[in-house]
């Protein structure tokens, strides 16, 4: 039996917890298609359906295009082969149907932000509550300590954003940050993968509650640096969020959401 250490730091735990991670997590051969389709599910089951608002995107192989839903579905009705293959004006390049006029911004961001393969923008409703007080997300608890530092705020609402000039805007205001909550609006998160943009968009929802029903009782209280950005920078490790986008499909899958892979 080997003797029981008390003294490892935490650098060496969070190694291992890595390493280990990455080779026991099986991750299926799903196609974009598929992880969108299964993104628009794992949302549309938090709520973060809205009529026909909402989108779920992902850049193209090709420079220039990107991967958008068939316009006129709901998140929870998006199979992979509602979803179009599109270039920066909104041509449909692969699929049949339009595009929805309102996910040009995202062109723009794709255009700025080198590292952004994926974008999640929803209206889902402690999101939208949040947004109609004119004040930022503040993360606070280790659940939400994702977007410590890493979501901006846009106060300004330019109206529905299907010009060049919201895209402007709303990309400038994003800057370096993963997400950003847009004011009278909704929330908009980027990854470098589908997996990452589609758990920060369902983290997001859940702070916005967890900030609501806080404000509701009393004064928050800020994080402290250093275990905030520790907290972070571990839930945004890629083994984690493929771990959690997993959990989150295997229960659509399981639940009857299996004809979005179709």
Same mark, same amino acid.
């Given at each position: 039996m080997s003797e029981f250490v008390m003294d490892r730091t935490k650098s060496e735990f969070d190694m291992r917890v890595s390493k280990e991670m990455s080779t026991h997590l099986e991750k299926p051969a799903w196609s974009p298609k598929q992880k969108l389709a299964l993104s628009a599910r794992i949302l549309a089951n938090q709520g973060h359906g809205s +009529?026909? *608002?909402g989108q779920v995107t992902a850049r193209g192989e090709k420079p220039g295009t990107m991967w958008t839903g068939r316009f006129g579905? +709901?998140?929870e009705e998006f199979r992979s082969s509602?979803? $179009?293959?599109?270039d920066e004006d909104l041509n449909v390049l692969e699929g049949e149907g339009m595009a929805n006029p309102a996910n040009r911004f995202h062109l723009w961001i794709y255009r700025v932000r080198a590292d952004v393969n994926s974008i999640v923008h929803t209206h889902p409703p402690n999101v939208s509550a949040l947004s109609m007080l004119g004040v930022p997300l503040k993360p606070s608890h280790m659940d939400t300590a994702m977007f410590y530092n890493?979501?901006?705020f846009l106060e300004h609402w330019p109206g529905p954003p299907i010009g060049d000039e919201e895209g402007e805007l709303i990309?400038? *205001?994003?800057g370096d940050k993963r997400a950003i909550l847009l004011a009278h609006h909704g929330q908009l998160s980027t990854g470098k993968n589908i997996e990452e943009a589609t758990i920060l968009a369902y983290n997001f929802e859940h702070a916005a509650r967890?900030? $609501?029903? *806080?404000? *509701?009782? +009393?004064?928050?209280?800020?994080l402290e640096h250093t275990p905030a950005q520790d907290a972070h920078d571990?839930?945004?490790k890629d083994s984690i969020i493929d771990a959690v986008f997993l959990y989150q499909a295997r229960l659509r899958i399981s639940s009857g959401d299996e004809d979005a892979l179709d």
């Amino acid at each position: 039996m080997s003797e029981f250490v008390m003294d490892r730091t935490k650098s060496e735990f969070d190694m291992r917890v890595s390493k280990e991670m990455s080779t026991h997590l099986e991750k299926p051969a799903w196609s974009p298609k598929q992880k969108l389709a299964l993104s628009a599910r794992i949302l549309a089951n938090q709520g973060h359906g809205s +009529g026909l *608002a909402g989108q779920v995107t992902a850049r193209g192989e090709k420079p220039g295009t990107m991967w958008t839903g068939r316009f006129g579905l +709901g998140l929870e009705e998006f199979r992979s082969s509602n979803f $179009l293959l599109v270039d920066e004006d909104l041509n449909v390049l692969e699929g049949e149907g339009m595009a929805n006029p309102a996910n040009r911004f995202h062109l723009w961001i794709y255009r700025v932000r080198a590292d952004v393969n994926s974008i999640v923008h929803t209206h889902p409703p402690n999101v939208s509550a949040l947004s109609m007080l004119g004040v930022p997300l503040k993360p606070s608890h280790m659940d939400t300590a994702m977007f410590y530092n890493d979501c901006a705020f846009l106060e300004h609402w330019p109206g529905p954003p299907i010009g060049d000039e919201e895209g402007e805007l709303i990309s400038n *205001a994003l800057g370096d940050k993963r997400a950003i909550l847009l004011a009278h609006h909704g929330q908009l998160s980027t990854g470098k993968n589908i997996e990452e943009a589609t758990i920060l968009a369902y983290n997001f929802e859940h702070a916005a509650r967890l900030q $609501l029903l *806080a404000m *509701a009782a +009393g004064e928050i209280k800020e994080l402290e640096h250093t275990p905030a950005q520790d907290a972070h920078d571990f839930m945004l490790k890629d083994s984690i969020i493929d771990a959690v986008f997993l959990y989150q499909a295997r229960l659509r899958i399981s639940s009857g959401d299996e004809d979005a892979l179709d």
